[in-house]
């Protein structure tokens, strides 16, 4: 598969497409121009420049002020890459930093950024090749660009830092000698556009929101199981209710519940309560709620990635060279937040009936087992999802709260959209160890109500589980059964 990179509107769907099918980047014929032209415009200015412009011809941050001779612009493009690279902290994994090797290039080849071909070309080199610069998570303050990671991605462009590559970390001079790349000497204003840009923020975005999908519709089925083996009710998802209260999100989830459920007999079953708890009860507003979010976050990631966030932005046409603040990862920061928070909820309300089931309720054995004193059963999974939701709730404190002034006070406002990022994966993750345990709940709770069936496409997802993930008579370590069912999340034909 190849995708061609022009200025048609990136959507995450494409997206995905592309990182699934392990597609190579090809820079189309309108990139190449843009980019070409912008660098030219460029370079004819600086020969008869008659003003100081910031970043190309000036120091950066509060030495904005200082001129730099002609000769050594250039070194003053290399300073910045190798003075900023000053990450710290875990590594980010791979599948995040091949996105900011796309989404770079991406935002490069508009031509506003006054980049050389040959740069954004090896940016596609890289990617294409699965030559994953390292990547560290701590260091951006999520304005002026994602500043040290980005400082990291762009390294290895000069022959310096490392890469990923087969598996192995190592030297990026050591994998260049063998590809027989040479290094790029950066010409004025580039190392500037590579690291003013939001593409750590906004890679770590595009993996969750494609997550949060996948989470969404797998907290579905897993709930409407929760629902079924719990013998709750189906009068909550049914449509009148929800003309009443017409949130999309909303629904959506009743119309996927009775989709669901079509043909369970135990969802038939007459009931002796008049009511579920809210876990189950108010599953379309909870799960409505995150899926209205989700699409949200989503269509402002998606102006995101279509968007140049460097700065200065140069425009060849209008002659015009204006530094501004596109850099400034406020207009995603404070969304990021909000998915948290969304995600969060989704994991909370899972576990609060994961907790309904083991609770020796409607039929169903304490703790999902036969014999329970003898045995714990499902006792302690239920006290794992527990720590996770608390854990999720102390980082789900929006990051875009906080603002620390940096450079003598010149870049006085900050978003901290990079810690925004950072949590929000950090929650996506807790979130689908929550459902994948609710999901393992759920399951033994239905071996409790055989013979009685739940819908074919339930019972489907049973079977296929059960393949890796037995019934459980008795105690066992059941740390390896949590961890393959989160691997069973991970398959995406049952969605």
């Known amino acids: 598969m190849i995708h061609v990179i022009s200025s048609e509107r990136l959507t995450l769907d494409r997206l995905k497409e592309i990182l699934d099918n392990h597609a190579k980047l090809v820079l189309g014929d309108e990139a190449v121009h843009a980019i070409n032209k912008c660098r030219k415009y460029l370079d004819d200015k600086m020969k ?21 001779p002609a000769d050594e612009l250039s070194q003053l493009q290399y300073n910045l890459v190798v003075s900023h690279a000053c990450g710290a902290g875990e590594t980010v994994r791979p599948e995040i930093v091949k996105l900011m090797l796309f989404l770079k290039a991406q935002s490069l080849s508009y031509g506003h950024s006054g980049v050389q071909l040959a740069t954004v070309q090896r940016l596609v080199d890289m990617f294409n090749e699965d030559i994953l610069p390292v990547v560290y998570q701590q260091g951006s303050l999520g304005a002026s660009g994602d500043l040290a990671p980005l400082a990291h991605l762009s390294l290895p462009l000069l022959g310096l830092g490392e890469v990923l590559y087969k598996g192995r ?46 989470l969404s519709r797998w907290a579905d089925l897993i709930g409407a199981m929760s629902l079924d083996v719990y013998d709750g009710r189906i009068e909550p998802f049914l449509p009148l209710t929800h003309q009443l209260r017409p949130h999309v999100g909303q629904i959506l989830t009743g119309e996927r519940f009775l989709e669901i459920l079509e043909g369970s007999e135990l969802i038939r ?12 009860r108010c599953i379309p507003q909870v799960h409505g709620a995150v899926k209205d979010n989700i699409l949200y976050v989503k269509s402002v990631i998606e102006n995101e990635i279509n ?51 083991i609770n020796g309720v409607r039929g169903l054995p304490k703790y999902l087992v036969a014999e329970p004193g003898l045995n714990s059963g499902f006792m302690i999974p239920q006290y794992t999802a527990a720590s996770i939701v608390s854990q999720n709730k102390g980082l789900c404190w929006p990051a875009t709260c906080d603002s620390i002034p940096s450079s003598q006070g010149q870049e006085d406002h900050v978003s901290m959209g990079s810690n925004a990022a950072t949590k929000l994966v950090r929650v996506v993750d807790n979130t689908e160890t929550v459902l994948a345990i609710e999901l393992f709940n759920a399951a033994q709770a239905l071996d409790f109500r055989r013979p009685a069936k739940t819908s074919p496409r339930l019972e489907r997802i049973y079977r296929d589980y059960r393949t890796v993930v037995p019934f459980l008579d008795h105690d066992t370590y059941m740390h390896p059964y949590i961890a393959d069912s989160v691997t069973f999340l991970r398959r995406e034909e049952y969605l």
């Open 169 to 214: 970390v190592r030297p990026s001079a050591e994998v260049w000698t063998e590809k027989g790349w040479e290094p790029i000497t950066l010409q004025s204003k580039e190392g500037l556009a590579l690291l003013n840009g939001t593409q750590f923020m906004s890679a770590h975005a595009v993996w969750s929101i494609l997550e949060s999908k996948r």
């Open 48 to 68: 008869d420049i008659d003003r100081p412009i910031y970043g190309i011809t000036t120091g950066f941050g509060s030495l904005y002020n200082v001129t730099i």
């Open 269 to 280: 079953r007459p009931k002796e309560h008049v009511q579920d708890p809210y876990s189950f």
């Open 307 to 357: 968007s140049a966030t460097d700065n200065p932005n140069i425009f060849p046409d209008e002659d015009m060279i204006i530094s501004a603040g596109n850099f400034h990862g406020e207009p995603i920061a404070i969304p990021m937040d909000s998915l948290a928070i969304a995600m969060s909820e989704l994991a909370s309300i899972s576990e609060r009936r994961t907790f309904q089931l």
